[in-house]
């Protein structure tokens, strides 16, 4: 019994697996500008993208062409799932790097006709990260960006970082915890932001792979703001 399903599922993913790759496409426009933010757990990342943002478009020239710079986070969870016509969670689990048994796949291959393999969702994130790149304008805080957009000409990649004690100080007044409880929070967060670049970019995160790296601790949003406006404004990006 164990065989058969096994072979049943196996068919399954190869059919959806096929589907997937008939209906992609490349990207005909040259994409860009995109900034992609990752950050370390503890280092505010909601609030950097949306005031960086904000920052970036008092730029004169943005002012005068009426372009305008936006961010996503979650968004892309949202636009995913709605392209794949399946529950959020679906996609959000790929993100957090929860493991699915083979058990669990075969029920909700048999429950749901939208059933779609984590090769597929991976796929969709990808053509909805790289639609987001090619309108230009974007900041993409997290979920694979920095793989995902890697290769674009006009682009810029930023990491925020700070020591470990100012992080765990950061999450245990956010949340009202203890230093311990904090501390394991911040290691099962930044396991997961590290699986989510891995599992796109099939290597394992590392400094490298960012253009600039910015202390929290020790920097101010508005000097860190300047900075990237600079960097941009030598890249030709705003």
Known sequence: MGDILIKYMNERFRAADALSEASSHEPTKEPGPVVTVSREAGCSGNHFVQELASYL?????????QIQWQYVNKEII???ADFLKVDPNRV?????????????????????????????VAKAIQKIVSGMAIKGHIIILGRGGVVLTRDIKKSLHIKLM????????????????????????????????DHIISSFGNRSSTDCLFDVIFNC??????????????IMDERGMI
């Open 57 to 65: 478009n008092k730029h004169p020239e943005v002012r005068e062409g």
């Open 162 to 193: 700070a020591p470990k004690d100012y992080r765990i100080e950061v999450t245990r007044q956010k949340f009202e915890i203890g230093a311990k409880e904090a501390e394991k929070l911040l290691d099962e967060t930044d396991r997961k932001r």
């Open 78 to 80: 949202y636009e995913t």
């Open 217 to 230: 601790s020790t920097n101010s949003r508005e000097e860190i703001f300047k900075s990237i406006r600079q």
């Open 92 to 120: 959000y689990k790929l993100f957090r790097g929860d493991p699915r048994k083979l058990m669990d796949e075969i029920v909700e291959s048999l429950s749901t006709r939208y059933y779609k393999t984590d090769r597929m």
